[in-house]
C-alpha cells in the first residue's frame, strides 16, 4: 500500500528530471563544451599548452590529465574556461628545475602574435555559431522540414482576392504556371515577387480558375484554410491534460461551432481567464472537457492571450542534402542577424530589459522545448548557442569580447598593459558580470 501511495511522486520526480532537468543540463553541456572546445583547439593549433579544460567552476568531481592538460568537471555548472600556458604572466612553459631544449613544451599565451592570441579568444564564440548551424543541418536532416499543407483559402470580404473573383474554399495549385505543393512555398513565391503582377490559378469543384493579382506589402487578401485538427499536443500543457492528442478535430468551443484553426486560435486567445467547454473527435469518439487555457504576455499583440499549446497540423518535407545545407545556412544567418537585431532593440530601449532572461528563464524554456519534442529542444539549442557566441564577443572585460579589446587597445599602444592594469580591468569585467547575472536573475524571478 505504501508503494503504491509512493508511486505518483516517484512519476513526478522522474517527469521533473526527464522534462527540467535534462534538457538544461543538455542545452547548457553542449553550448560550454563548444565553446571551451572552440578556445582549446585554436590553442593547441598554435601549440600554445593547456594546463586546465574545466566545464563548470569550483572544485571538480571528475578530473583526469591527458597531456599537459588537466581536464575536469566542476560543481557548479554556468560556465567553464581554459587555462592556457602563461595566460597571467606571459612565461613559458618548461616541466622541471633545470631546463631542457626538450622540456619546452611550447609558448605562453601572451608570447605568441596579437593576431594569434585574438583567434584563440575568438574561437569560443566561432564554434557556438558554427555548433548552431551544425544543429541546424542536423535537425533538418532527420526531421525534415516543416511546412503548412493546406492550399485551401479563406478570403477577406472586399479584398482585392474577394474582388477579383476568388472564394473562400478555393485551392491554389498554381503561381504563374508553376505548381504549388503547400502554403509555404506560394508565401516564398510572393515574398520573392513584391510589387509586381502574379497569375494565380485555384480549383473550384472541377474547374481550374486564373485570376491576376498585384502583390503589396499587405495581405493578398486571403490566408490559409487551415481545419481545426490538432498537431502536436505540448506534454503537460491544458490540452494534453484534458486528453487531447496529435490528429484530434476540434468540433465545437462553448456550443458553438469550429470549421477553422484561425475560429479556434482567436476564442482561445480572447479567453485567457476563463474556462471553453470543448467538443472534439479523437479515433472516431466524441469527447468533452472544461479547458482553462495558460494566461501569457505576447509582445506583439502588446496584451496577455490564452493558450492551450498545441501547433497546427503540419506535414514534413525530406530535403536533399544541398537544399537541406542551404536552408540550414539561411537559417542560422537569420538566427544571428534577429539576435543583432534584439540587442540593438535593448539598447535602444525599443524592448524592455525586462526580457532578458538568466539560468532560471534557459532552464523553463528547456523543460517547455523538451515537452513539445527533441526537435525543439534542438531548436532551442541552436537559438542559445548563437546568443552564447554574440554575448561573449561583447566587449566586456572578463569576456572574450573584452580579451579582445584589450589585445586592439595593446596593438594600438605597441606595448602590453600593464598586470596590474590588467587585473583591475579584469575586476571591474566580473563586477558588471556579476551585475549582470543579478539583473536577469531577477527578472526570472518575477517573470
Known amino acids: 500500500m505504501t508503494l503504491l501511495l509512493a508511486l505518483p511522486i516517484f512519476y513526478d520526480i522522474f517527469n521533473f528530471c526527464i522534462y527540467k532537468i535534462l534538457p538544461f543540463l543538455f542545452i547548457l553541456g ?7 572546445f572552440g578556445h582549446f583547439i585554436f590553442a593547441k593549433l598554435f601549440r600554445i599548452p593547456v594546463e586546465k579544460f574545466s566545464i563548470g567552476f569550483g572544485p571538480p ?3 583526469r590529465k591527458i597531456g599537459e592538460t588537466d581536464f575536469r568537471i566542476a560543481y557548479f555548472p554556468l560556465g567553464g574556461y581554459v587555462k592556457m600556458a602563461g595566460e597571467d604572466e606571459g612565461e613559458i612553459i618548461k616541466n622541471g628545475a633545470d631546463i631542457s631544449p626538450q622540456e619546452y613544451l611550447g609558448p605562453g599565451f601572451y608570447e605568441v602574435p596579437i593576431y594569434k592570441r585574438i583567434i ?3 574561437g569560443g564564440p566561432l564554434f557556438n555559431v558554427l555548433s548552431a548551424a551544425a544543429v541546424i543541418v542536423f535537425t533538418f536532416s532527420i526531421f525534415g522540414l516543416s511546412v503548412n499543407p493546406y492550399t485551401k483559402i479563406e478570403v477577406e470580404e472586399n479584398s482585392q482576392a474577394y474582388q477579383a473573383g476568388f472564394l473562400s474554399g478555393d485551392s491554389i495549385i498554381a503561381v504563374d504556371n508553376k505548381k ?8 516564398t513565391f510572393v515574398s520573392s515577387n513584391q510589387h509586381k503582377e502574379i497569375t494565380i490559378t485555384v480549383k473550384r469543384d472541377d474547374m481550374e480558375i486564373s485570376r491576376v493579382l498585384k502583390v503589396t506589402p499587405d495581405s493578398l487578401g486571403f490566408a490559409s484554410l487551415i481545419p481545426p485538427i490538432l498537431g502536436i499536443v505540448k506534454r503537460a500543457g491544458p490540452a494534453y491534460t484534458a486528453g487531447m492528442r496529435k490528429g484530434d478535430r476540434v468540433l465545437m468551443i462553448d456550443n458553438k461551432e469550429i470549421r477553422t484553426w484561425t475560429a479556434m486560435v482567436d476564442m482561445v486567445r480572447k479567453n485567457r481567464d476563463k474556462p471553453l467547454l470543448f467538443q472534439w473527435q479523437h479515433d472516431g469518439q466524441i469527447k468533452t472537457a472544461l479547458i482553462k487555457p495558460t494566461k501569457i504576455y505576447d509582445p506583439l499583440a502588446a496584451d496577455s492571450i490564452g493558450l492551450i499549446s498545441v501547433f497546427m497540423p503540419l506535414e514534413r518535407e525530406y530535403l536533399s542534402p544541398l537544399k537541406t545545407l542551404s536552408i540550414s545556412v539561411d537559417r542560422t544567418w537569420s538566427m544571428i542577424w534577429l539576435t543583432l537585431k534584439i540587442f540593438y532593440q535593448l539598447v535602444t530601449r525599443k524592448i524592455s530589459t525586462k526580457a532578458l532572461g538568466g539560468p532560471i528563464a534557459i532552464a523553463k524554456l528547456s ?3 523538451a515537452q513539445w519534442g527533441f526537435e525543439y529542444l534542438l531548436g532551442l539549442l541552436a537559438i542559445i548557442a548563437i546568443n552564447l557566441g554574440i554575448i561573449n564577443l561583447f566587449p566586456i572585460p572578463a569576456l572574450d569580447g573584452g580579451h579582445i579589446m584589450v589585445s586592439i587597445i595593446e596593438v594600438l599602444r605597441g606595448k602590453r598593459l600593464s598586470r596590474n592594469t590588467r587585473m583591475k580591468i579584469q575586476q571591474v569585467g566580473y563586477a558588471i558580470i556579476f551585475l549582470l547575472i543579478i539583473f536577469v536573475t531577477f527578472n526570472d524571478i518575477t517573470r
Do not use: A, Q
Open 367 to 369: 523543460g517547455e522545448s
Open 180 to 187: 504549388i505543393n503547400n502554403w509555404d512555398e506560394f508565401l
Open 120 to 122: 584563440v579568444v575568438s
Open 30 to 36: 553542449f553550448c560550454v563544451i563548444i565553446h571551451e
Open 61 to 63: 568531481f571528475f578530473r
